[in-house]
């Protein structure tokens, strides 16, 4: 039997965050959210556009503020979008979601 690492910490996914930007994080994260709301509202409506527009920005802003995670699942999310891929955003929306559950920041 293998031993797994401590559950709370498999569970967390730290983040270190540049002081300098770590009072803009909590809004930065909190509007990822919102963008879930939007995606899967607009996927539902057969919005595309939305959703590529939505993916397209977290895949530029992602990396700036250190969620590399987050640059990758919108650039998947802007292509599924191209794609008119209903499943794959909905998916990607999900991993979002998770990552977003997960995610703990720490400034030094």
């Known amino acids: 039997m293998t031993s797994k ?6 569970e967390k996914t730290i983040i270190r965050v540049d002081p300098d930007i770590a009072e803009l994080i909590p809004g930065f994260l ?3 959210r919102k963008d879930i ?6 996927v539902q409506r057969g919005d595309f556009e939305t959703v590529q527009v ?13 969620f590399d995670a ?3 699942i919108g650039a998947a999310l802007e292509q599924a979008a191209t794609q008119r ?3 794959e955003i909905r998916n ?9 559950d ?3 920041v720490i400034s030094d």
Do not use: F
């Open 70 to 72: 987050i640059t990758e």
């Open 85 to 87: 891929n209903a499943a």
């Open 37 to 42: 709301a939007a995606m899967l509202d607009s």
């Open 30 to 32: 909190e509007n990822r």
């Open 54 to 66: 939505l993916g397209h920005s977290m895949k530029g802003a992602g990396g700036g503020y250190g």
């Open 92 to 100: 990607r929306v999900h991993e979002l979601s998770r990552y977003l």
């Open 102 to 104: 997960r995610v703990e």
């Open 5 to 10: 690492p401590d559950d709370d910490r498999a």
